[in-house]
């Protein structure tokens, strides 16, 4: 078992991408402590973890007290910390998808239509601070916030890993989603930073940046949305949250060693860099 004995907290593990990596941590023998920002959703993961001892804690990580309290209670109950996986985030406000999404099937159209584009997103100018900082606050002071206490942890010992998902925006930029690209694209400057700083502590921080993945959270996207993010993926389908589990558990275990400061993308092809 490649994570044998280890502690690993992982944010945002209710559902998706988080609930994978969770689960793939737990069949490797590590111990679980399942964030998320609605407690039943966390305790819901916990049930499906190979093994025992795991532990499901609320909070929201866009909230600095709130990420205090939990890692509080880490260290009160569990005394260490071995891997975080800082994966909490949203796609935004359901008026901003349901907005998005208009113009999205106008602008697919038009193009379907042979018309070319003529439908400008227009998300910048419309954006409200409050969706602005609500985005940032939990992608990128979420991610900077949980980082900050779980060195205070794994200092101590000299040893740790801390693993940040950032996105395929944070390398292409997306038109639609500016605010959701600044806070990927920041995550990944703070990862190369971090790793810099810490690794004569023998702590190791990497990123992973998704393409197009199956989960909750793009669930709601409409039929010819979905294909349109197909279309865009040379492999010609959408990755599955396993997938990005799979890149989790390389990036926590001994696998990658020499491995700090770095990106992997699981993204089908989507981006080539």
Not at 18 to 29: N, S, Y
Not at 44 to 54: K, N, P
Not at 63 to 87: H, P
Request: aromatic share 6%.
């Amino acid at each position: 078992m490649k994570l044998k004995d280890c502690i690993a907290l992982i944010s945002g593990a209710g559902s998706g991408i988080g609930q994978a990596i969770a689960q793939r941590f737990a069949e490797e023998g590590c111990r679980i402590i399942v964030n998320d920002v609605h407690l039943e959703a966390a305790r819901q993961t916990v049930t499906q973890l190979a093994g025992v001892d795991h532990r499901a804690l609320q909070a929201d990580v866009a909230d600095s007290a709130q990420v205090r309290a939990m890692f509080a209670d880490i260290e009160r109950e569990l005394g260490r910390l071995d891997i975080l996986v800082n994966n909490a985030g949203i796609a935004g406000t359901a008026e901003d998808r349901e907005a998005l999404q208009a113009k999205g099937e106008a602008r697919l159209q038009e193009l379907l239509s042979g018309q070319g584009v003529h439908t400008h997103w227009d998300i910048t100018e419309q954006m409200t601070d409050e969706a602005w900082h609500r985005m940032i606050g939990v992608h990128l002071n979420g991610t900077f916030f949980c980082t900050r206490e779980a060195l205070r942890l794994m200092s101590r010992r000299n040893r740790g890993v801390i693993i940040n998902l950032s996105s395929v925006a944070a390398l292409t930029g997306l038109d639609a989603v500016p605010h959701y690209s600044a806070a990927k694209a920041g995550i990944l400057g703070f990862t190369r930073a971090v790793a810099r700083e810490v690794a004569s502590r023998g702590i190791r921080v990497n990123a992973i940046c998704p393409g197009f993945i199956d989960t909750p959270m793009t669930q709601p996207m409409s039929p010819l949305m979905r294909a349109a993010a197909v279309g865009r993926t040379p492999l010609g389908r959408w990755g599955e949250p396993h997938e990005v589990a799979a890149t989790a558990l390389f990036l926590a275990s001994d696998d990658s060693a020499f491995y700090t400061g770095q990106w992997l993308s699981p993204n089908g092809g989507l981006f080539i860099g």
